[in-house]
């Protein structure tokens, strides 16, 4: 049986059918593949009309180019800090500045060219309908530089690669020339200004450094001033070495009398020397008698009279006259010997007291000029002070001097290079970077097929024909894998145990389709399910001892398609549905053998091989007594959306008022007292005429 209508909770808790929306796309296909089709066309037409653009390329590094020659200090290079990512970016904000883009839009002469200009052919109609309605600015009021800075801005692109200093200028334009051009003369200009602005701040540093130094050069001269009044007015005067003449005196002096002291030491020394040779006759050892031109006279004297005596001695006696002669000749010598030497020991002596006069007077001098030395002192400490002041002023007059030199010179172009180059210039591309005919011909086709794909699907699921339930799959045949054993007369024992069962069950079902489907049953069905979270269904022969069991199949079937259904055969010994079940070797459990504590859920619900649905057999216990089923309903239909049981006339009568729809096969007398039999015992009851044939059942 087949529903006609969808059900109105199915479409939040159903999942999706997949071979329906298959065979929907394959019925719809020229819904999918005619727009796909003018898609494709229409892309091959754009990227053919549409003008090319071409986007040119120029790199530049950024670095510190500071090098010995351009350092103010010529020592060892400090090493300096490399530019970091908020340093990147801000250099980014300056290629994309308005002042720059001023440059090069006047370097290159962009005013006039109707890619940059919009006023270059008019204002367009579509232009003239925007400025009307509030949505565009009037090109007209604007001035031409803003006018081509807008579409400037657009042109320009500049970004930095993760974790470089490399920044890329992309510059676009319909002329390829013109691309390669404007990116080389955005990087130019960039280079440019920041070398300006090393020498506007070079120029400025020149400015305040001229003034400093004009107020120093004064300051300088005014302390040198203070300094040498002060020095005339206290008779500090400078002499040689730089030192005052007072101390200067004081040294000298001091140096005199050591030498003063030093003579007559020495002149003292020689006189007693003297005197002492004198005393031992040892006159021709005097040094200063030796070396006398006169005491050498007398000595050659004394020795040819010496020699004349020694002569003479030979011949004559010593009272001779001759002899006398010589002899008092020789004594008159030696007399004038000893007198030069007593002369020389005088002259000596008369040294020594002239050495010590000149000692005393040098001493009487220096203490004299300490005095004058100490009574300057206290002068000479503010002299030093004032000195000390008009030093630091000249010192940091040099210093400003020099810097003022250093800014002067790197006013110069080449003298302040700029911290980036150009490590890329751009060249002109041969290829457009828009458009790019396959990436778009291939995206236009993709995003229509899936949007056309999407709105056959979309009007399926929103029709709810495609719904089905999302749980199905998973619930389906994973019985088997529950381990947890449960009594059967408990009620929330055997939810605990029938759930994870359920939720376990694998995916790969086969979804069959079960043939012809009776509208009628399935409208009340629907009805039902719309006031219930479960809807009960029983399905009965009119016949004693008839099989509703494929009538059942067909309809369970059916409805596994709408949510988690579970069918069972409420007969115990009934084994007609051990064909829908995989069990080989063995027959499977069922309902009677739960009932009897024999078998747990995940041994009794099996998966129906060719469908979502759930399956219960009637079971091995055939002698089992009659049991009281409401634990039981109540525990499969707190999982399952739909449970459809197939009973004979006898235990139909037991779950008549367990159901929610109870459905009597025929159309005779027999079947519509077993349906008003049923209606008695609460049930809501119908009955079914058509029943699935078997050839139904087997497509």
Not at 116 to 122: H, M, Q, S
């Amino acid at each position: 049986m087949r529903s006609a209508v969808p059900l109105e909770t199915e479409a939040t808790t159903g999942e999706i059918d997949l071979s329906r929306i298959g065979r929907v796309l394959a019925k719809k296909r020229w819904w999918v593949f005619g727009p796909t089709l003018v898609a494709f066309v229409g892309a091959l037409i754009f990227v053919n009309m549409v003008k090319p653009r071409y986007t040119a390329d120029a790199r530049v590094l950024l670095e510190n180019q500071d090098s010995f020659f351009t350092r103010v200090d010529k020592g060892e290079r400090v090493s300096a800090s490399e530019p970091d990512a908020e340093n990147v970016q801000s250099q980014i904000q300056l290629l994309t500045s308005r002042d720059l883009a001023r440059r090069v839009i006047k370097q290159l002469h962009l005013q006039g060219n109707s890619e940059f200009d919009p006023l270059a052919n008019g204002v367009g109609a579509l232009t003239r309908v925007m400025v009307l309605l509030g949505i565009a600015r009037d090109p007209t009021r604007m001035s031409p530089e803003d006018r081509i800075l807008e579409k400037f801005g657009e042109k320009l692109g500049v970004l930095s690669p993760t974790k470089t200093r490399v920044l890329s200028i992309e510059f676009s334009s319909r002329d390829p020339d013109l691309a390669a051009s404007g990116a080389n003369a955005v990087a130019d200009a960039y280079i440019e200004m920041q070398q300006e602005a090393k020498r506007d701040i070079a120029r400025s540093a020149a400015q305040s450094l001229a003034t400093l130094v004009s107020d120093l050069h004064t300051r300088v001269a005014e302390a040198e001033a203070k300094v040498e009044d002060y020095r005339a007015k206290t008779g500090l005067l400078v002499g040689s070495n730089n030192t005052v003449i007072s101390t200067q005196q004081l040294g000298e002096l001091n140096n005199q009398l050591s030498i003063a002291r030093g003579a007559q030491a020495d002149a003292q020394a020689k006189a007693n020397l003297l005197r002492d040779m004198l005393r031992q006759n040892r006159i021709g050892e005097i040094p200063d008698v030796a070396n006398n031109e006169v005491m050498r006279r007398i000595f050659e004297q004394r020795v040819s009279l010496r020699a004349q005596l020694a002569l003479e001695s030979r011949t004559l006696l010593p009272q001779h006259p001759r002899i006398k002669e010589l002899t008092a000749q020789l004594t008159d010598l030696d007399m004038q010997w000893r007198a030069a030497a007593e002369r020389t020991a005088h002259t000596l002596e008369n040294d020594a007291r002239i050495a010590s006069n000149r000692v005393e007077n040098l001493t009487r001098a220096l203490e004299d000029q300490k005095r004058v030395a100490g009574a300057a002192g206290s002068e000479e400490v503010k002299l030093r002070d004032l000195e000390r002041a008009a030093r630091l002023l000249k010192d940091q007059l040099e210093a400003e001097t020099a810097k003022y030199q250093e800014a002067l010179a790197r006013e110069r172009v080449k003298a302040t290079p700029a911290d980036a180059r150009i490590i890329q210039r751009a060249l002109a591309p041969q290829l457009p970077s828009f458009p790019k005919k396959i990436p778009i011909t291939a995206f236009a086709v993709l995003a229509t097929l899936i949007l056309s794909m999407g709105a056959v699907v979309g009007g399926e699921l929103l029709s709810g024909r495609a719904r089905a339930s999302s749980s199905g799959i998973a619930a389906a045949g994973a019985a088997t894998k529950v381990a947890a054993q449960a009594p059967a007369g408990a009620t929330a024992a055997a939810q605990v145990e029938l759930a994870p069962a359920l939720e376990a069950a694998p995916a790969e079902i086969i979804d069959k389709d079960p043939g012809r489907d009776d509208a009628d049953a399935l409208r009340r069905i629907e009805s039902a399910r719309a006031v219930s979270s479960c809807v009960k269904v029983l399905v009965t022969p009119c016949e004693k001892g008839g099989k509703p069991i494929e009538t059942a199949i067909a309809l369970s079937r059916s409805l596994a398609r709408r949510g988690r259904t579970l069918l069972v055969a409420a007969d115990a010994g009934v084994r007609s549905l051990e064909a829908l079940v995989h069990s080989p070797g063995r027959t499977p459990k069922g309902l009677s053998d739960l009932l009897a504590g024999e078998a747990d859920f995940a041994e009794a619900i099996h998966r129906d091989i060719c469908s979502r649905l759930h399956v219960m057999p009637g079971g091995l216990a055939e002698s089992a007594e009659r049991r009281d089923l409401s634990l039981f309903v109540a525990a499969v239909a707190h999982t399952y959306d739909f449970v459809v049981f197939a009973a004979s006339a006898a235990q139909a009568l037991d779950l008549a008022w367990h159901v929610d729809l109870a459905f009597v096969l025929g159309g005779d007398a027999a079947a519509e007292a077993l349906r008003a039999t049923l209606a008695e015992e609460g049930a809501d009851a119908h009955l079914l005429e058509d029943a699935a044939s078997a050839d139904d059942l087997a497509a």
